[in-house]
């Protein structure tokens, strides 16, 4: 991923929030010559067992998912091979009417982080059960209600078998964090303004990272 120097992340926690945030991932692999590239979304934790509270360099840290079996990129996997994991964060459309000023071009303020690493393969039923229940632990906590899977472990290992799972020990991660840095002060707190007025989900959580980087200045002229 091409990233500018001025749209780099502040520092590795802001990585690990938008892969923490947004889950589901965008994993791409080689294929064979015939084949292309292979690209699949799927959910993406840290591993419980050895990233529980990732927050600096995110080289060394395990991330674990999985996939329908089905899938022919699941095929192509395999131990040792390289992946690319894309995570997309908050992002949204700047309409120029928010600079207030002419000429100006509309842009689109977005953040991103890409991970690349090497995978291993879990082969065993017991090792994929593993997974799926430490997503559904991680998802429940981050996004859902607190469901207690208990009683549906059986129902799990009846299903599970079409499932494969796998790590990815990370080898590194870039984060593009564009967020008006471009623009002079006054007017980038006009798009943050704007947006956390927008009724779209997206846009106050754009606002809220944008927020952060109050302080940040425009690039000298001509960067």
Known sequence: MF?????REPDSSWMVDVIRDNPLALAVSNGGCDDGPFATHLPVIFD???????????RGVTLLGHMNKANPHWK???TGSVVLLTFTGPHSYVSPTVYEKSPAAPTWNFTAVHVRGVVRMLGSADETLSVVEST??????????????????GYFRK??????????DVTGAE?????SQE??????????????????????ETAGLMGRLRGAAAPPSGR
């Open 175 to 179: 984060g593009m964090f564009k967020l």
């Open 3 to 7: 990233v500018p120097s001025f749209y």
């Open 136 to 153: 559904v632990r991680v998802f429940e906590k981050d996004f859902g209600d607190g469901w207690d899977m208990t009683e549906s472990l």
């Open 159 to 168: 299903i599970v078998p079409a499932a494969g799972a796998f790590s990815v």
């Open 48 to 58: 419980p067992e050895t990233s529980a509270d990732p927050s600096g360099d995110l």
């Open 76 to 78: 192509a996997l395999e």
């Open 183 to 204: 623009q002079p002060g006054e007017v980038r707190e006009r798009v943050r303004e704007s947006f956390g007025r927008s009724a779209c989900t997206y846009k106050h």
